[in-house]
């Protein structure tokens, strides 16, 4: 999952990637990797690729403050509409 | 750049460099005056004439404008300035006069506006012809909401309370000037609560979404509003200031380039809602209006091209219209401020 989300932010969101070492603990907020669009991409991109919905309550900064971050957060979705499920 | 507009401007008794008034005392007493002027209209004058019959009710309005327009002389000089700088040849020095007198009209006219929209709206809205609205429910009946592209044009502050008025869940992304940290104060909070909040905000269907430093949800809490099939509003010549999470990109605009923010048509883009230009304008007698919903503009390909498309609009209607924009808020001080949110450099001037 992480060199996944690694990869798609990597392609498509960072405009040089050459110029930026993406690690699973990049801070993608403060760095600002992500900004207010790419993170509607993102969160677009994890639903359709992880079948998850993602909530107004859950744009956190902790949700998508990394990689590591945002693995955590799909994980616990997954969990959690397995459960509902 | 218009040198009627140049000649004028210097000659009306500022300096090429700075508007300086000729002594400070004078400068400090009008300043007084005219903050004396702007509290007792907006809290006192305002809402006690607003629902008298229309033609009385601007009529205050207009008065108290040409007021205005005569005692802010350094604010007038600084509009006229600028629409020759934004219009160059295309106004003569008559016509810029006309349209800065025409703006401050706008500017009071707009507040009469708002607070008529207290309670059901009514009081505005039978004054509000609205054209295209078969554009906005056939948006709807997709389902995946739709986004409402506006400009701070004729009476910006009410444009989306009218479409909530109307029964439309509408959601806007905007920053009320009085969540600033310069308008912490009590007072002044409370004061531009009364005059925003009741008229104005509750019309909205949400709280505003605001996007400035620190907030880096504002696309994806603008895509759950669509989601929910829902409107979203936004001012797509809403200046970008510094530290903005965005991302703006440089625009061709009137007679320069703008620093702009294309989000509008992104968003619309990747949710798959449609994007239309609405413009709401004030008609000769200053109490009518017409709201203009343009049919959707197309974003299936690169959002740029969409969004050059609604600036398109937005710039025709300002090319018509020029007194009804509103780029040039007089109380910000230095000469070119609101010229250099537009994109101009201080060496234009």
Known sequence: MESVISVYISRELVSEPQSITLENDTPLLESRILDSLSLLKLVLFLEK???IVVGGQELVPENFATINAICRFVNSKKATEKERE | V?????????????SSATFRPSSRLQAAVRRALLSIDNHTYRTVVVPMVAFLPAPLAYGV???????????????????????????GDRLSQRECDRVARD???????????????????????GLVEVRGL?????????GKGAVLCSAHFGSPKSCFSIIGALGFPITIVARWRYHEKRRKRLLIKLHYRLRNDYPVNSHLHRPNIERHPGTWGSAVEAAMVLRRNELV????DAEVRPGDPSKPMTFDFLNGKAMLVPGATEIAQLTGAPVMVMLLRRLADWRHQVLEISPPIHVEGDPVVAFKQCLALVEAAIQRYPAQWRPLPVSRGGVGGPLEVYGFERSDL
């Not at chain 2, 218009?2 to 500022?14: I, P, T, Y």
């Open chain 2, 61 to 87: 309005a207009l008065v108290r404008s040409d007021l205005r327009y005569r005692l802010m002389r350094s604010s007038r000089r600084k509009i006229i300035y600028s629409f020759g700088l934004l219009f």
């Open chain 2, 233 to 236: 509003g936004i001012m797509i």
């Open chain 1, 49 to 51: 690729q992880f079948g």
């Open chain 2, 103 to 125: 703006n401050f009209r706008s500017m009071s006219c707009e507040t009469i506006d708002a607070m008529r929209l207290l309670g059901s709206g009514k009081a505005l809205l």
């Open chain 2, 2 to 14: 218009n040198r009627n507009v140049l000649l004028h401007w210097k000659s009306d008794g500022g």
């Open chain 2, 134 to 142: 078969e554009h906005l429910r056939a948006a709807l009946a997709g």
